[in-house]
């Protein structure tokens, strides 16, 4: 039979998370500080018990964001580390290189201009530039859209083919009456994205919303980023999509060529 939780114990249970996460964090810190540190060492930083810093150390060894140093005893920080930290540079360093591009764009064509990076199965806007057109534009920053009725085509149409079905393979959402549900169609439009160098959305999440975008390459050539054109669809006509695109792709191999691709 289960205990009924007593008054003011849910608190204590939630204080105590909060104290293990800071506690944690300061395990972290202790180990960037020094380098590398044995769980007595750490425990006597800490001001706690030697076995509450060898659960700490554990839970984080196991997320790979520890390590420990052969068989001296050692513990020293892991490749998930690294690994949050690059995921973290990889957005400011695409948001700051952005600007100027997206700022340039922007001004040329008069209407909104965003970057946007995967995150998960959404696309997320982290920067955004007006143009002179699109004063009653949307504020679209911080924002996440599903990828099959955005610019985050893009993002689809460069992912490893797993991932990609396995998006594919969820229930797609129909925000209206031109949203591309059937998996069928929307891989046709993903191949052509691909082929062309742009995606395009019309109407697909919003009615009188139609945007177009561009890959942003890393060094690597992984696609990071997104690059999106978007206004009313009384301006960007199916007669400008065209040379949208094309101007939306030169910005992203720009972007690209800033974050070194190519070189």
Same mark, same amino acid.
């Given at each position: 039979?289960?205990?009924?939780?007593?008054?003011?114990?849910?608190?204590?249970?939630?204080?105590?998370?909060?104290?293990?996460?800071?506690?944690?964090?300061?395990?972290? =810190?202790?180990?960037?500080?020094?380098? =590398?540190?044995?769980?007595?060492?750490?425990?006597?930083?800490?001001?706690?018990?030697?076995?509450?810093?060898?659960?700490?150390?554990?839970?984080?060894?196991?997320?790979?964001?520890?390590?420990?140093?052969?068989?001296?005893?050692?513990?020293?920080?892991?490749?998930?580390?690294?690994?949050?930290?690059?995921?973290?540079?990889?957005?400011?360093?695409?948001?700051?290189?952005?600007?100027?591009?997206?700022?340039?764009?922007?001004?040329?064509?008069?209407?909104?201009?965003?970057?946007?990076?995967?995150?998960?199965?959404?696309?997320?806007?982290?920067?955004?530039?007006?143009?002179?057109?699109?004063?009653?534009?949307?504020?679209?920053?911080?924002?996440?859209?599903?990828?099959?009725?955005?610019?985050?085509?893009?993002?689809?149409?460069?992912?490893?083919?797993?991932?990609?079905? =396995?998006?594919?393979?969820?229930?797609?959402?129909?925000?209206?009456?031109?949203?591309?549900?059937?998996?069928?169609?929307?891989?046709? =439009?993903?191949?052509?994205?691909?082929?062309?160098?742009?995606?395009?959305?019309?109407?697909?999440?919003?009615?009188?919303?139609?945007?177009?975008?561009?890959?942003?390459?890393?060094?690597?050539?992984?696609?990071?980023?997104?690059?999106?054109?978007?206004?009313?669809?009384?301006?960007?006509?199916?007669?400008?999509?065209?040379?949208?695109?094309?101007?939306?792709?030169?910005?992203?191999?720009?972007?690209?060529?800033?974050?070194?691709?190519?070189?």
């Amino acid at each position: 039979m289960t205990r009924a939780r007593q008054p003011g114990e849910q608190g204590r249970t939630a204080s105590g998370a909060v104290r293990s996460v800071d506690r944690a964090v300061s395990v972290l =810190e202790i180990l960037a500080r020094r380098g =590398e540190a044995g769980v007595t060492e750490i425990a006597d930083e800490l001001g706690v018990h030697r076995s509450t810093a060898f659960r700490l150390l554990g839970v984080l060894e196991n997320r790979g964001l520890v390590a420990q140093a052969g068989d001296r005893g050692k513990y020293h920080l892991g490749a998930g580390v690294l690994r949050l930290a690059g995921a973290a540079a990889v957005r400011l360093d695409v948001s700051q290189e952005g600007v100027p591009v997206c700022r340039d764009l922007a001004d040329e064509l008069g209407e909104t201009v965003n970057t946007a990076v995967l995150d998960d199965f959404a696309a997320v806007n982290i920067m955004q530039a007006r143009g002179t057109a699109s004063v009653t534009a949307q504020d679209w920053l911080g924002r996440r859209t599903p990828l099959h009725a955005t610019s985050g085509k893009v993002f689809l149409a460069h992912m490893a083919p797993a991932l990609r079905e =396995e998006y594919l393979g969820r229930p797609l959402h129909r925000f209206t009456d031109h949203t591309l549900t059937e998996t069928s169609l929307l891989r046709g =439009e993903l191949e052509r994205a691909a082929e062309q160098g742009y995606a395009s959305t019309r109407e697909e999440l919003e009615l009188g919303l139609v945007a177009v975008a561009a890959p942003v390459r890393a060094h690597d050539g992984a696609v990071i980023a997104a690059i999106s054109v978007s206004g009313p669809v009384y301006r960007l006509t199916p007669d400008r999509l065209a040379s949208l695109g094309a101007r939306t792709a030169a910005a992203a191999a720009e972007l690209s060529r800033r974050m070194g691709y190519g070189f």
